[in-house]
């Protein structure tokens, strides 16, 4: 009797071990420690110099997409962004792009205008500070910031616009 119960709670174990990583592998971003963003200082289109803190307000929620121009994936990724930013309610979270390309602005907004990229706010970071600062490791990643001004997820790689990816951020904005 002594072993049947061993045997089934050793059984339950990893039925209940193989359910969480299955589960855990299928969600399109993972959570990760929060942490908030500090009062860093990136440019905007017109290479004007802006604050962190000032523009990812508490009480809405953030979509961050890091890229570059030279980043294939990225290219590829874009209009996907794009739109899934349009099957969502804007009033409840709004969509960023932070370029960490070492190139002039003015050639990364001739990128995005030649590509049809105009729904998505574009940021510049070319000293990768807020990249560096969240520990990330490729391009592209996307983080999302909560309403309380964390960024708890991440996706590395491209986001890709199905019903999986909107069903999570509309999860995670509500």
């Given at each position: 009797?002594?072993?049947?119960?061993?045997?089934?709670?050793?059984?339950?174990?990893?039925?209940?071990?193989?359910?969480?990583?299955?589960?855990?592998?299928?969600k399109?971003?993972?959570d990760?420690s929060?942490?908030?963003?500090?009062?860093?200082?990136?440019?905007d289109k017109y290479n004007?110099?802006?604050s962190i803190?000032?523009?990812?307000?508490?009480?809405k929620?953030?979509l961050?997409?890091f890229?570059?121009t030279w980043?294939i994936p990225?290219k590829?990724?874009?209009p996907?962004?794009?739109?899934i930013?349009?099957?969502?309610?804007?009033?409840k979270i709004?969509?960023?792009?932070?370029?960490?390309d070492?190139?002039?602005?003015?050639?990364?907004?001739?990128?995005?205008?030649e590509?049809?990229?105009?729904?998505?706010?574009?940021?510049?970071d070319?000293?990768?500070?807020i990249f560096?600062?969240?520990?990330?490791r490729?391009?592209?990643?996307t983080?999302?910031?909560?309403k309380?001004?964390?960024?708890?997820?991440k996706?590395e790689g491209?986001?890709?616009?199905?019903?999986?990816?909107i069903?999570?951020?509309?999860s995670?904005?509500?």
């Open positions: 009797m002594f072993r049947l119960i061993k045997f089934l709670t050793i059984f339950l174990i990893f039925i209940f071990a193989s359910y969480n990583i299955a589960y855990s592998q299928s399109v971003f993972k990760i929060p942490k908030v963003l500090k009062k860093f200082v990136i440019y004007e110099k802006i803190n000032k523009t990812f307000l508490k009480n929620s953030y961050i997409n890229w570059a980043c990225c590829k990724e874009l996907d962004l794009t739109k930013y349009k099957s969502l309610d804007r009033k709004e969509f960023y792009i932070i370029s960490i070492k190139k002039n602005i003015d050639e990364q907004m001739d990128y995005l205008k590509n049809s990229i105009k729904d998505l706010t574009p940021l510049f070319p000293k990768m500070k560096r600062y969240l520990q990330l490729g391009i592209p990643t983080i999302l910031i909560n309380n001004g964390y960024v708890v997820k996706h491209i986001l890709k616009n199905d019903f999986k990816t069903l999570e951020i509309k995670f904005i509500n």
